[in-house]
């Protein structure tokens, strides 16, 4: 995988950012609740932007600051208003909540999925379902 390091203006100020991840999620949207395939680019900073599908379509559509999650998880535990889409494997499901908003994506493969997860996991806290609720530090999040 090709590492690119690029000049952004974060908060007014040029800087150097490294790209850790760059491909193709599908994201439920914030008010219609549509499901819309997007491209996603993350950042060595931890903040991940994303722009419609297209050739040439290099716009911000959103911004999502990993490092303000407040918790991650994978799979079916949490349901996107309206559910998750007929046919989308739970491994292939990933929910981030952040304090004004909660994202809903997915991928079409689990290898996809599992490279986008262990990429956003040095910058969120992951809930961890697995563990019993006494080792659990996250068991309170949503």
């Known amino acids: 995988q090709q590492q690119t390091t690029t000049t952004m203006s974060v908060l007014g100020k040029k800087s150097q950012l490294r790209v850790l991840k760059e491909g193709h999620m599908t994201k439920q949207g914030k008010l219609r609740k549509s499901w819309k395939e997007r491209k996603f680019v993350l950042m060595d900073d931890g903040t991940l932007f994303y722009t419609k599908l297209g050739k040439g379509n290099r716009r911000k559509k959103g911004v999502i600051k990993l490092t303000e999650a407040l918790g991650m998880v994978r799979g079916f535990k949490f349901h996107p208003h309206g559910g998750w889409p007929h046919g989308v494997a739970e491994d292939c499901c990933l929910v981030i909540q952040l304090s004004r908003r ?30 019993p609720a006494y080792f659990n530090n996250d068991a309170d999040l949503p």
Request: net charge negative; no cysteine.
């Open 102 to 131: 909660t994202f809903y994506f997915y991928t079409n493969t689990r290898s996809e999925m599992d490279s986008w997860f262990a990429n956003f996991e040095q910058h969120a806290r992951v809930i961890r379902d697995d563990m």
